[in-house]
């Protein structure tokens, strides 16, 4: 059995499959966790459960927007695997409308997977956690945690929201050794966005999008023990997007 257990939410695809390859290369289990047990998801956790045994794998599914899911999730992990060390809340909407077009449904199903499943998973995670001497919660937001952008007038405060929950929760879970963190990336290369991705290359100063892996490489190094003194941060992942307001020089 693997020293270390993790679960990744949203894990069939981009991030979230970068990131559950990343734990599993480096030793974990893993709850490979899904909106669903579609068959477009079984694709992913097969390769890596061929990859990586049976044993060090275990897919559970379901929606996120149900109050009664996240914890369900994380419960049926650390009883597969007898404990759990490491949450990171990757699942989220990307939700994308002109404001004046934006429904209370848009408003409420965006909050409740990426807000509420979050908060309600980081809570279960954290009761398995404090009675196994600590571990690490990793929260994906996105650049838009710190700066907005048109059309993403719901999609921003979320992840906003998201990432005053992980500094709300490093305060309160740090006397049970657990430490709390964000990543925010920006222009990542996923099949989600591709497109999105190469309209703003040139907003990048780096020049190019992102890769998932090097997000994933940023989440393993916070759930890990180099990071052992880390807690409450948000880290920027953006190729310097976020550091240029205008392109043209003064």
């Known amino acids: 059995m693997a020293e270390r257990i993790a679960i990744v939410t949203g894990a069939n ?8 390859e990343r734990l599993l290369a ?17 694709g992913p956790f097969r390769e890596l459960r061929d990859r990586h045994g049976d044993d060090r ?8 927007s149900d109050p009664s899911v996240p914890a369900r999730l994380v419960d049926e992990t650390a009883e597969r695997f007898g404990r759990l060390d490491v949450l990171v809340n990757n699942a989220g909407l990307s939700t994308a409308k002109p404001f004046l077009d934006l429904t209370v449904d848009d408003f409420d199903v965006t909050f409740e997977v990426d807000v509420r499943g979050s908060f309600l998973a980081a809570q279960a995670a954290a009761r398995h956690m404090r009675g196994n001497g600590g571990g690490a919660i990793v929260n994906i937001t996105s650049v838009h945690e710190h700066i907005p952008r048109p059309g993403f007038s719901v999609y921003a405060p979320a992840k906003a929201a998201l990432g005053m929950l992980s500094r709300a929760l490093a305060l ?16 990542i290369a996923t099949p989600r966005n591709e497109e999105d991705a190469k309209e703003l290359d040139p907003e990048v100063p780096l020049g190019r999008p992102g890769k998932p892996e090097e997000v994933a490489a940023l989440v393993a190094w916070l759930c890990s ?4 003194y880390v807690t409450g941060a948000s880290y920027v ?13 003064a």
């Open 13 to 20: 695809t981009g991030i979230g499959l970068a990131i559950a």
């Open 26 to 42: 480096d030793g974990y289990a893993l709850g490979y966790a899904t909106a669903d047990d579609d068959e477009k998801h079984e």
């Open 57 to 64: 794998i275990h897919w559970v599914w379901g929606d996120l």
């Open 172 to 187: 309160e879970l740090a006397e049970h050794g657990i430490r709390v963190n964000s990543v925010a990336p920006g222009v």
């Open 225 to 228: 023990d180099e990071a052992s």
């Open 237 to 249: 992942l953006d190729g310097g997007m976020t550091q240029q307001v205008v392109k043209i020089p």
